[in-house]
Nanobody
Framework: QVQLVESGGGLVQTGGSLRLSCAASGRTFSMYAMGWFRQAPGKEREIVAAISTSGGYTYYADSVKGRFTISRDNAKNTVYLQMNSLKPEDTAVYYC????????????????WGQGTQVTVSS
C-alpha cells in the first residue's frame, strides 16, 4: 500500500510559478513510476507529466512541455512538479499517481492516487 499526499498548490498570477510536492509512504516508493495528472471543472482527468522509477525517463503532455519539470527524490519518497510560466488554462486540481514499474501516460491501471491539490492561475 502506498499513500500519496500532495502539497504546494495555491493561487498564482499568469506567468508565475508553483512547485508541487507529493510525499509517499512506504518503503517501495522506488518501485513505482510516478505521474502528475490534473482535472479542470467539467473536464476529464489528464496526464501532465510522468517519471520512471529511477528518474531517468520523463514524459510530458504537449501543453506543458518547456514549462513544467517533473523530478523525484527516492531517498525522500517524494516526487515534484515545478510549474513555470503558468497560464489560466493550467487551473485545475492536480493529482499525484503511482503505477508499479511502468511510466503512466493515461489514467488506466493507476494503483494509487493522492487526494489532489488545487492550482488556480488568475489572468
Amino acid at each position: 500500500q502506498v499513500q500519496l499526499v500532495e502539497s504546494g498548490g495555491g493561487l498564482v498570477q499568469t506567468g508565475g510559478s508553483l512547485r508541487l510536492s507529493c510525499a509517499a509512504s512506504g518503503r517501495t516508493f522506488s518501485m513505482y513510476a510516478m505521474g502528475w495528472f490534473r482535472q479542470a471543472p467539467g473536464k476529464e482527468r489528464e496526464i501532465v507529466a510522468a517519471i520512471s522509477t529511477s528518474g531517468g525517463y520523463t514524459y510530458y503532455a504537449d501543453s506543458v512541455k518547456g514549462r513544467f519539470t517533473i523530478s523525484r527524490d527516492n531517498a525522500k519518497n517524494t516526487v515534484y512538479l515545478q510549474m513555470n510560466s503558468l497560464k489560466p488554462e493550467d487551473t485545475a486540481v492536480y493529482y499525484c499517481a503511482a503505477k508499479f514499474g511502468v511510466v503512466p501516460t493515461t489514467r488506466n491501471n493507476i494503483e494509487f492516487w493522492g487526494q489532489g491539490t488545487q492550482v488556480t492561475v488568475s489572468s
